[in-house]
């Protein structure tokens, strides 16, 4: 992002680069210094400090933070106004930020929600202990609160979780000059909405109507009159990853929420729902490549080992049965020994294969262009996609093996087996995500090494069972 | 997504679900059979068809033309108006698009372009024949040809590649009032615009201002005196991923681009965004399950294996390598033939490590929190956290091997090889897209089916080179 800045040495918030980093760290020192001597921090230092931190966006303070260490990151954090404060703390990682928040008083805690709005007040009192989020919310506002704990009602990653209650809204009934009062109202508050919503009496949804059209109506008019009533909504109980696909489908910069009456009861801006997308591509990208966690969340080389250590764990497991499968068929190896040199190949196609198929499925089942209904024309595609490719790598496999050991009925079992092995490890691997969202587990674990090691002892079995027919 | 639609029975879009599509395929066969028998379809039939597509959103109809045959699609294209043909072009598929313009005459292309936003009609134009696109761009009006030019100059991927030209500005000396006679203009164009960007004379970004809150400023103030100074602008040149980290990073839901002396030259909203990131993803996990496309796009089994065949063939090359490095320690093997069990956990605990060391610096890579600099410390982090997961890995395949076969010189043999296994595969996969980078290679192609066929040959290489030491 360093050139980004260079492009424009005009008017742009400050960037953070390392040298920048390098210079902030040295403030931090010198204050930290002056004050553990007992002498007040020399206001150079402190104000130098202040003045970079006031022109960076909350966005790169948060930064800044993460790339501290501890003691100098609450040094940095305590010098915050609670409403940038507020601001950073939305934007920062949620182990770190729950371990900041540990460092502040209930006091500090207090002033902070308050400055946030419910969306981002529910994620944080989410992360505080109990007694002290009970503290909290006795103390903040009563609306304020009551937003809260009815966003504490849905779980955290429903659209009625991730939803704000700040929402502009105006009566089929209102004029525009009316509307336009209340957005007036909505803006002093500190916040900027992109849509207007319209409801009748009783609060049920009917219509909406960008803000920036406002100022091109009559003010006499109507909202019922003049608002799109085609309106897209979603109900407060449906997955955020659904909420992803419905704003990207529909290219909407806000979707209203309501309930199961249809009454609005909150929106979700697209600023939130591109962290859900980049929260559910790092998850899937972790499962994928056997990850038990967000790595950069942890810093210290155990933490990340901890991260690392389950999914190979796991795989250690499985390969021992694989192991097993090899000893049990110790006397066909010292028999042919040639059939070892292509365990390798044997595996890797099986995994591999696995995970192609594995990888589409999972991918179509979040996206919901694979659904559950079409499972079995599903598996039939990939049996005919798994018989193309088994054929293409069978006959390669044989033209090999006969080559290099000019024993054809060796090259044929060889052959005969990787066909066998990439057939069911297709099938596999498109099956167990199908029967997984089926059973209401996420798909998702089943990418990876899952499949790569679960079609390793399949794989394996099918070689050295055909292997074993052949030289019975 | 039908649960969504019976959650809100009031307003919204009709949904397509899979009852829709079987109305919708039964009509357009009747529609279509009339026709084929020469005689005009029956106006009911007809106009039932025309009656749902009216009712459908541009995404919707989109996703109905995706799902329909090759014959049906162009028929029900072909039944749209040019106004919303066009929105149904720009949520297409690009290799469904091509299919559907190439069916097109040229004044239908031109139609269909002369509606579009310059960033849309500029994605068209890519996609059409040479002479075609030349025809066009002589048809459509000279402003319009003009910014499609202008477009074409940038890379497909870049800020200047994705944004729309049709900007909506006024100039700082502009008053609020002149500011919202321009935004009046626009809308009347069919533009909604988020924000209005403010330059001086000479077009120099200076500022920027939501829509939204003209409403809420004295008619007779500047817009130098009312606008926010601070704002976050690309260069024209930016990677398109870079752009998104940024709109993500800073919550924007606009971004002004700028050229190279600072001037505004367009803009990228948040929905195009968000196909951008969605892209990007698809494109990550391609890589990582080792497919050579965008599978969706490919709908016949032979063109799904054209997709995965590549990367299968390139891992079977790679384990020929592997058959070949057993071959040469046969005498290994046969002296110990338990060392043969073992090949399956070597090579998946030397994948799992290289994909999770190598998806983790990928990751990094992307979202810009590893950075070329820190390389050494990098990998020198890799090496401990390999040397922790080594260290478990080892002791354990040591338990494992020595209780199994009660060898102790054997157990040692496979903990020690298993622990530099592991140690080369973390230290192999965090430093390839490394150097990938370095090369201005895509990082990513570092991932999957290439790194763990990369650790099978270095990792059998490895085991049996020490167990060939120790045995010697």
Known sequence: MANYAE????????????????????????????????????SAVHGGLLNILVDLHAADIADLLENLEEDDRQ????????????????????????????????????????????????????????????????????????????????????????????????????????????????????????????????????????????????????????????????????????VANIIRKYDLVSVPVVNKEGKLIGRITVDDIMDVVQEEVEEDIERMAGLAGTEELATSVFGISRIRLPWLLLGFCGEILSAMVLKNF????????????????????????????????????????????????????????????????SLLVFAVSYIWFGDLRFGITVGLALMVVVLNATVVGASIPLVLERLKIDPAIATGPFITTTNDALGLLIYFGIMSLVYA
């Open 330 to 393: 110790q006397a066909s190896i010292e028999e042919i020994i040639a059939a070892a040199f292509f365990i390798p190949i044997i595996m890797a196609m099986g995994g591999n294969a696995g995970i192609q198929s594995s990888a589409i499925v999972v991918r179509g089942l979040a996206t919901g262009d694979v659904r559950l209904g079409g499972t079995a024309k599903r598996l039939s595609k990939e049996f005919s996609i798994a018989t193309v490719n088994g054929v293409v790598l």
């Open 75 to 242: 040094h940095v954090f305590s010098l915050l106004t609670p409403d940038i404060a507020s601001d950073v703390l939305t934007e920062l990682d949620e182990s770190l930020r729950e371990t900041l928040l540990e460092s502040i008083s209930t006091e500090g805690i207090t002033k902070i929600v308050g400055e946030l709005e419910s969306d981002d007040a529910a994620d944080i009192i989410q992360d505080l202990r109990d007694d002290v989020a009970t503290e909290v919310l006795d103390k903040i506002e009563e609306g304020d609160a009551a937003s809260v704990y009815q966003l504490l009602r849905y779980p955290e990653d429903s659209a009625g979780g991730i939803m704000a209650t700040e929402v502009l809204t105006s009566f089929t009934t209102d004029t525009v000059k009316g509307a336009i009062r209340k957005t007036r109202q909505f803006v002093k508050e500190g916040i900027l909405p992109l849509n207007i919503y319209v409801t009748d009496d009783e609060g049920m949804l009917k219509g909406f109507l960008p803000v920036g059209q406002l100022i091109l109506l009559g003010p006499g008019r109507r909202m019922g009159n003049v608002m799109n009533p085609e309106v897209i909504a979603v109900p407060a109980e449906m997955d955020q990853e659904e």
């Open 7 to 42: 492009t424009l040495p005009s008017r742009r918030t400050v960037e953070l680069d390392d040298e920048l980093l390098h210079d902030i760290r040295e403030l931090i020192h010198e204050d930290a210094l002056s004050r553990d001597e007992g002498q007040p921090a020399t």
